[in-house]
């Protein structure tokens, strides 16, 4: 008996990571029919995030969002890590953040480091982003090492927003991300590829992860009503901070990191120093005997650990967001008149 179960399971096994091989090669030729290496490849001036004169509010094109099962209990909360039982298996997940009153930037070199390396990461990206960078967008959707979340439409502060604009919030960018997967469809058949060959590239989003890391417990009860587990951090490079160092980011990850961490960073431009740290830090966590997951596979490989609130490293550290950035969704204005200019705060 003991020998039947052991075949089955070798058997599920092999049959399962041969699919997956044969999924991944499928979808990788679809990101290989659509663009050219150099047209992956991040340019010069991408990385470059800037502001708009006035806060762009408008909704995506579309605004039908495909439905999501109800979330089961095990990913209800907000999820900090998974109890992986010491088996070294970590996720990387960078945001892309931005807000109604920002155009931000694609860092090319987080994602050019991740491809080189074969190294699996969960983007967590703004459903304005999307929008704004429709190409690197349904690039980084095509690609099977990477997995896509949804990071708010306008960066909206979950502590804060009405129901009904955390409802926008959470939807448009699951509208926007559809408008993509049909325009991605729409390229590959133009190209001889059939929706067959798209199969693997999800037809929404499964993650969601508050910005600022704030939220409360009505977000939490929305998003598990859409089907929306929310994915927060146990670990941060600490990329927003402008005096953020490639040496300070290894330092920080090397010296913390545990199995079973969810780390995060930034690939909009707003991470300080991440590009640059990123090839090193992948040499090393591999050495150290780490497997990079997407925060999916990574939350079915153990016990998803969740709290009640949601915090960057400890309970109520992200509630002085609420006085600077207040809904979220624009960066505080330049008070007038004299009086020292305030500090740029790092948010995540
Ligand atoms: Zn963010």
């Known amino acids: 008996m003991r020998q039947t179960c052991l075949t089955v399971l070798v058997l599920l096994c092999c ?6 091989a044969a999924e991944a090669e499928t979808t990788a030729s679809v ?5 050219s290496p150099a047209e992956l490849a991040g340019a010069a001036g ?11 509010r408008t909704p995506p094109a579309s605004v039908a969002v495909p439905a999501l099962p109800p979330l089961p209990q095990r990913l209800q909360g907000s999820l900090r890590r998974v109890d992986t039982h010491g088996e070294k298996l970590v996720a990387l997940t960078f945001d892309l953040c931005e807000l109604a009153d920002q155009a931000s930037g694609y860092d090319g070199a987080v994602i050019d480091a991740l491809r080189a390396a074969g190294a699996r990461a969960t983007l967590f990206v703004g459903g304005k982003w999307l929008r704004s960078h429709p190409t690197r967008a349904m690039q980084l959707m095509a690609d099977p090492l990477f997995e896509i979340g949804n990071h708010a439409w306008t960066h909206g502060n979950f502590g804060r927003l009405e129901p009904e604009a955390m409802a926008r919030e959470i939807a ?27 199969a693997t590239i999800p037809k929404a989003p499964t993650l969601f992860r508050f910005p600022y890391g704030r939220c409360r417990p ?15 951090w146990s670990l941060t490079t600490g990329d927003p901070d ?4 490639p040496e300070r980011i290894l330092k920080n990850v090397l010296e913390r990191v545990r199995p079973g961490d969810i780390i995060i960073g930034h690939a909009n431009g707003n991470g300080h120093g991440t590009g640059e740290a990123l090839p090193n830090l992948l040499v090393e966590l591999s050495k150290r005997g780490y497997i990079f997951m997407k925060v999916s596979d990574l939350l079915a490989a153990g016990r998803p650990v969740a709290a009640s609130d949601c915090y960057d490293g400890h309970p109520g550290d992200a509630a002085q967001y609420d006085a600077i950035f207040g809904d979220g969704t624009t960066h505080p ?9 305030p500090k740029p705060t790092p948010a995540p």
Do not use: C, F, H, I
């Open 15 to 20: 049959a399962g990571a041969a699919g997956a």
């Open 31 to 35: 990101l290989s029919t659509l663009w």
């Open 46 to 56: 991408e990385r470059k995030s800037g502001r708009l004169g006035a806060p762009d």
């Open 172 to 198: 448009w960018t699951q509208a926007q991300y559809a408008v993509l997967r049909a325009e991605l469809a729409r390229l590959a058949r133009e190209r001889g590829l059939s929706e067959s060959d798209l």
């Open 218 to 232: 009505e977000a939490l009860a929305m998003l598990a009503e859409m089907g929306l587990p929310a994915v927060q």
């Open 242 to 245: 402008p005096a953020s160092t």
């Open 333 to 341: 204005r330049k008070k007038n008149g004299p009086g020292p200019t």
